[in-house]
């Protein structure tokens, strides 16, 4: 005898699990939502189990930032006995320190290891603080160095604004693998800029040019510094260095 309260139980299919629940007929709209549940539980499981592959970008395809310097942090640090010593030289001779000092501390930009110029802000920045240079050399220390690779190029973006010229310079030094002597091939300027009066934004491209070594063998990589010769004096802003490709 079969009961009304289970019409054709003996014949309704067996099945178990989630099969059970996608092929039973849905009666009525909470059937119908029962159905999609189980449907998009079945689709998150597989996805589970079978992750889409995604392939590996390609490392030339997106420049990367090596070198991005907004010069926003500053920190008061001890004055180092070299720094003690030439300022005190340039001092007797009536020049002004190139760095920023209240007693035996001076102001340093963050990321860097030794002196860094000014701190400038308000009106005479670019946006926030910027970096005022006169007759140095900033970031071959520490910033810079062992920045550039030979057979690179690179992409920069500056802001500058002033009297003089924007060195970026390269110091490129090499070693004779048979004797270990040691010898300065050159100093190239990677980017040479003239500032304007008023604020300006340079972009570019640089790549250390080619020496001869078929004596003497470069390093993996050389150093550089941000040079800004006596005499000048320069605002720098948002110092932005991108490694493109290479050759």
């Known amino acids: 005898m079969i009961s009304s309260d289970s019409p054709c139980k003996q014949n309704r299919p067996r099945t178990e699990g ?43 395809s997106r420049p990367v930032v090596i070198v991005s310097d907004d010069f926003e942090k500053w920190s008061w640090e001890p004055i180092t006995f070299s720094m003690r010593e030439s300022g005190r030289k340039q001092l007797k ?50 910033r810079y160095s062992k920045l550039v690779e030979a057979g ?33 091939l050159g100093f190239p300027d990677l980017v040479k800029i003239q500032a304007t009066k ?12 080619e020496f001869e070594t078929t004596t003497f063998k470069l390093p993996a990589k050389s150093s550089a510094a941000i040079v800004v010769q006596e005499g000048d004096e320069i605002v720098v802003d948002d110092f932005t260095i991108w490694l493109l490709e290479k050759e």
Not at 104 to 127: C, D, H, I
Not at 198 to 209: I, V
């Open 93 to 142: 001779a009536g020049k002004q320190l190139p760095f920023e000092y209240r007693g035996p501390l001076y102001r340093r930009a963050r990321s860097f290891a030794l002196q860094t110029g000014r701190m400038v802000e308000g009106a005479e920045a670019f946006k926030g603080r910027s970096m005022l240079l006169a007759g140095c050399q900033v970031g071959l220390h520490g």
């Open 198 to 209: 008023s604020w300006k934004s340079h972009r570019g491209e640089f790549q250390l040019p």
């Open 152 to 184: 690179t190029k690179y992409r920069y973006e500056v802001s500058l604004k002033g009297q003089g010229t924007f060195h970026f310079r390269a110091w490129v030094g090499a070693n004779n693998p048979t004797t270990g002597e040691f010898r300065w």
């Open 18 to 60: 989630l099969a059970s629940v996608l092929f039973i007929r849905p009666r009525g709209t909470a059937g119908l939502v029962t159905r999609a549940v189980a449907v998009l539980c079945l689709t998150a499981l597989l996805s589970a189990l079978h992750p889409a592959v995604v392939p590996a970008a390609d490392p030339k």
